[in-house]
């Protein structure tokens, strides 16, 4: 499984961002997504899941209306972008493959991640 992110930076509070994982090793399309954060000194944290075909979608409760996962199983991508974003959603975001739920995309193979800073 390799997974490489990209489109991290430095933003302010309100603007958008959109991340890209692109994915090879695996079967793309067979294969659940997720994006997990870390915040400098916390834990990882769940942000968002997708199944296979992309139908299902889940999000943490702070992201939801904010935050959209998405897929292009053509491209082996997965993306989240991030509309108004604020300075707690400062993190290194990775991608995760094979899970889509909160419970088992924690301990998931993943990305080297992708930093995001908001602030002025």
């Known amino acids: 499984v390799q997974l490489v992110e990209s489109g991290g930076g430095l933003v302010q509070p309100g603007g958008s961002l959109r991340l890209s994982c692109t994915a090879s090793?695996?079967?793309?399309?067979?294969?659940?997504m997720s994006w997990v954060r870390q915040a400098p000194g916390q834990g990882l944290e769940w942000v968002s899941g997708i199944s296979d075909g992309g139908t299902y979608t889940l999000y943490r409760d702070s992201v939801k209306g904010r935050f959209t996962i998405s897929r292009d199983n053509t491209k082996n991508t997965l993306y989240l972008q991030m509309n108004n974003l604020k300075p707690e959603d400062t993190a290194v975001y990775y991608c995760v493959a094979l899970y889509m739920a909160e419970s088992k995309a924690l301990d998931g193979p993943r990305g080297q991640g992708t930093q995001v800073t908001v602030s002025l």
């Open positions: 090793g695996f079967i793309f399309s067979d294969s659940a």
